[in-house]
């Protein structure tokens, strides 16, 4: 499945190759990154993702100085005092696999697949039977009036399919 960036990371050549983007960054000998003017950034801490539910953590690195620097302005333009970056090593490179995986001519299909796939019983439901909002509030109302009109799709479709066995017999 696409991620939330997967487009603008894909389709965006301005934003993909943004060398002030953290993920851009080169690395030295040591393994610390290189901002765009050569400057190091330490590592500070890591630390949870706050209110994240599967237990993710974040990296959090600090520029050595950002005194003098020439790009501060497009590198960090609203920090007062030294660029901090939050990275997550481990999401960077699942993303680079599921762009991979997305951009193969088999993920294409899938993706191509699921969306009509989608999109055929929505687009019945909008269109055909004038089903644009959920009038039920609170989460179970909601779960009620969504299974009522599976419930009605689905005895649709079967009327449909005994109505063309009885016309091809």
């Known amino acids: 499945m696409k991620f939330t960036m997967f487009k603008k990371e894909t389709n965006d050549k301005k934003y993909h190759e943004n060398p002030y983007r953290a993920v851009n960054f080169q690395r030295?000998?040591?393994?610390?990154?290189?901002?765009?003017?050569?400057?190091?950034?330490?590592?500070?801490?890591?630390r949870p993702v706050y209110?994240?539910?599967y237990g993710r953590t974040e990296e959090f690195y600090e520029c050595e100085s950002c005194e003098g620097c020439q790009h501060k302005s497009e590198c960090c333009p609203k920090a007062s005092g030294n660029r901090t970056i939050r990275m997550n090593?481990?999401?960077?490179?699942?993303h680079q696999e599921v762009i991979?995986?997305?951009e193969s001519?088999?993920?294409?299909?899938?993706?191509m697949n699921r969306s009509?796939?989608?999109e055929g019983t929505f687009g019945i439901l909008k269109w055909d039977k004038s089903y644009k909002r959920l009038f039920r509030?609170?989460?179970?109302?909601?779960?009620?009036?969504?299974t009522l009109i599976s419930?009605?799709?689905?005895?649709?479709?079967?009327?449909n399919k005994k109505q063309r066995k009885e016309l091809a017999a």
């Open 151 to 159: 419930c009605g799709y689905n005895i649709y479709k079967y009327h």
């Open 89 to 94: 090593e481990e999401l960077t490179t699942i």
């Open 116 to 118: 009509i796939q989608a």
């Open 100 to 102: 991979s995986n997305l």
């Open 137 to 146: 509030r609170g989460e179970k109302n909601v779960i009620l009036e969504l």
């Open 51 to 53: 209110r994240n539910q």
């Open 28 to 46: 030295d000998k040591f393994g610390n990154l290189l901002c765009p003017n050569g400057r190091r950034f330490r590592f500070k801490c890591k």
């Open 105 to 111: 001519i088999q993920g294409a299909l899938l993706r």
